[in-house]
């Protein structure tokens, strides 16, 4: 099985990131930071982004794709 984010989605997690990058400024030189979660679906995939130091999960699916 093969993930990836479209356009909409990289859009969604770029503004993730930038919200988020300086949550934790230590992650360490292999980061870290930051878990994809897919889930597959009949419809396709959810797509969410997880901050591993604060805790939140955005879902940055693009459902409009479906």
Do not use: R
Request: one cysteine or more; a negative charge; hydrophobic letters at 35%.
């Amino acid at each position: 099985m093969e993930f990836k984010l479209n356009k909409a989605e990289e859009a969604a997690w770029q503004q993730f990131y930038n919200e988020h990058k300086h949550c934790a400024d230590n992650t360490g030189a292999i980061g870290g930071q930051f878990t994809f979660i897919f889930t597959p679906t009949g419809l396709g995939s959810c797509v969410e982004v997880k901050c591993n130091a604060c805790n939140e999960i955005k879902d940055i699916t693009d459902i409009d794709n479906w």
